[in-house]
């Protein structure tokens, strides 16, 4: 690879080496599928298709929300999707999702499958299938999805833009770092603001909004991305930290937060979940209180 003082653009760009960095494995510059595998089917009206990212991680706290709530429909069995194995590109998943991304979702629950795929998708369509999470009036409903979509567009800045330069890019170039790193600063700020002046994002309601955003944004504040905590000066955030606490306070966001996890404290993951007695003693004490 071309130092970025040297670099002129060719003509056409052309795939003719990996990228380098972390995940370079696995990016191509075409979609469908790689291999034929069908993917496995448990016993639960929902089966979901995923890994315990920020993305992935949005749904299983909605779902164990739903269950917390007593919407025994919203049964689910969580299967670990290996994006660094590659499991993505199988013909099984690209069925669910042709854009070969977790989380997706199958719910079966009805005559024939209803695919959901992308994470804001799945949000609404669960608090819609259930009734739950999302206020019922236009203005609250409406800012609710304010945020959802906020969260949509700005978290490709912060991972895509700002961890990928910051953590996974194979060299440090300033000028991306710097670029990215102004931008989630602002986005931490107007998250900010907003949680000033309103308990949750949509108001005094807690939402798919706070659900989308804290894997993120609550993520950032709390530490637990990209080595960037002190860089970003995340503590600054009084109002983030405040939310992120309450947030944490919850036992289906524990609970969905170690869904489909392959990283960190073993105690912490579930690396599959088809029963709600997976989360079993051993997870107890983190459920009762236990933060990380
Ligand atoms: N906009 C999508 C983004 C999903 C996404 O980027 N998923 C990542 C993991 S967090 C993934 O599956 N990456 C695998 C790949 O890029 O091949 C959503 O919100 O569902």
């Not at 002129?8 to 696995?26: L, Q």
């Not at 590109?89 to 070969?100: I, K």
């Not at 999302?134 to 949509?152: C, H, K, S, V, Y």
């Not at 579930?270 to 007695?277: F, G, M, P, T, Y």
């Amino acid at each position: 690879m071309a130092d970025s003082s040297d670099y002129t653009p060719s003509k056409v760009w052309t795939w003719t080496a990996p990228s380098g960095g972390t995940f370079a494995n696995i990016n191509r510059p075409i979609a469908g599928p790689t291999h034929d595998k069908q993917l496995p089917v448990g016993r639960h009206p929902l089966q979901l298709y995923s890994l315990g990212t920020p993305n992935g991680v949005k749904v299983t706290i909605m779902l164990e929300e739903l269950l917390a709530l007593g919407h025994t429909g919203a049964e689910y069995d969580a299967w670990l999707i290996k994006i660094g194995d590659g499991d993505q590109f199988s013909s099984g998943f690209v069925a669910v999702n042709p854009n070969s991304k977790i989380p997706a979702l199958l719910d079966r629950s009805g005559p024939s499958p209803i695919r959901v795929f992308e994470s804001g998708s799945i949000l609404l369509y669960l608090a819609e299938k259930f009734g739950a999470l999302l206020p019922e009036d236009i203005a609250g409903r409406t800012e609710a999805l304010n945020w959802l979509f906020w969260q949509m567009g700005s978290a490709p800045y912060l991972g895509g833009g700002f961890g990928h330069f910051y953590a996974y890019a194979p060299t440090k170039i300033e000028y991306a770092i710097d670029r990215f790193a102004m931008e989630v600063k602002r986005q931490l700020d107007v998250f900010d603001r907003r949680l000033a002046e309103s308990e949750y994002l949509s108001g005094s309601d807690y939402t798919i909004a706070d659900i989308a955003v804290f894997p993120w944004y609550g993520g950032l504040a709390k530490g637990w991305s990209y080595g960037a905590a002190e860089f970003l000066s995340v503590q600054d955030y009084k109002h983030v930290q405040r939310w992120a606490d309450a947030m944490l306070a919850r036992p289906a966001v524990r609970r969905g937060r170690m869904v489909n996890r392959v990283t960190g404290d073993p105690s912490e993951q579930l690396r599959e979940r088809h029963d709600a007695n997976d989360f079993d003693t051993r997870t107890q004490d983190n459920l009762d209180g236990g933060q990380s």
